[in-house]
T-cell receptor
Framework: DAGITQSPRHKVTETGTPVTLRCHQTENHRYMYWYRQDPGHGLRLIHYSYGVKDTDKGEVSDGYSVSRSKTEDFLLTLESATSSQTSVYFC????????????????FGPGTRLTVL | EDQVTQSPEALRLQEGESSSLNCSYTVSGLRGLFWYRQDPGKGPEFLFTLYSAGEEKEKERLKATLTKKESFLHITAPKPEDSATYLCAVRATSGTYKYIFGTGTRLKVLA
């Protein structure tokens, strides 16, 4: 199993409060991703990182920011949580993009269930 | 527009009753197609990556195949422990990060 942990695993918060989710990997993979999963939708990309301090937006990035100060850690911050951000959040990692196709495979963490009241 | 569609949405099988799940895709150019298994309350677990039409991969009771328009996940003589949601995703040759996920097939295998 890929060494990916997420914290916290569950969180309940109130509208308007800031929230930070953490993803930690022990695989030394270059790429890290944050997805959200909601009923009726496939996994949707929020942000991704292609190296330390290198990040970019995904398809549903509004209201979210990310940071990556070390290879192993990728943080997702909800600056001011809203009820529409109630979801399950997954972190994923991949070895690389653009090289051998075999490095494209993403491995997922266990998820964080976030409820915004 | 790049798109992935999985069918059926849900499937109930008796133990030992073989069947197939479908993943149809439309992308400008396929770099890879990925199958995952997801159990309730857990993250997707990687099963297979397929790269080119005609490729097949097997793992225990699962076999994945790929054509130019779709992929099938064949489940032979399933057991109750195969019950899960199966997700399909594709990565196109264009774009640096884009993985497109289907909404999954929920499989229930009855003893």
């Amino acid at each position: 199993d890929a060494g990916i942990t997420q914290s916290p695993r569950h969180k309940v918060t109130e509208t308007g409060t800031p929230v930070t989710l953490r993803c930690h990997q022990t695989e030394n993979h270059r790429y890290m991703y944050w997805y959200r999963q909601d009923p009726g939708h496939g996994l949707r990309l929020i942000h991704y990182s292609y190296g330390v301090k290198d990040t970019d937006k995904g398809e549903v990035s509004d209201g979210y920011s990310v940071s990556r100060s070390k290879t192993e850690d990728f943080l997702l911050t909800l600056e001011s949580a809203t009820s529409s951000q109630t979801s399950v959040y997954f972190c994923a990692i991949s070895e690389g993009i653009g090289g051998k196709a075999s490095t494209d495979t993403q491995y997922f963490g266990p998820g964080t269930r976030l409820t915004v009241l | 527009e790049d798109q992935v569609t999985q069918s059926p949405e849900a499937l109930r099988l008796q133990e030992g009753e073989s069947s197939s799940l479908n993943c149809s895709y439309t992308v400008s150019g396929l770099r890879g197609l990925f199958w995952y298994r997801q159990d309730p309350g857990k993250g997707p677990e990687f099963l297979f990556t397929l790269y080119s039409a005609g490729e097949e991969k097997e793992k225990e009771r699962l076999k994945a195949t790929l054509t130019k328009k779709e992929s099938f996940l064949h489940i032979t003589a399933p057991k109750p422990e195969d019950s899960a949601t199966y997700l399909c995703a594709v990565r196109a040759t264009s774009g640096t990060y884009k993985y497109i996920f289907g909404t999954g097939t929920r499989l229930k295998v009855l003893a």
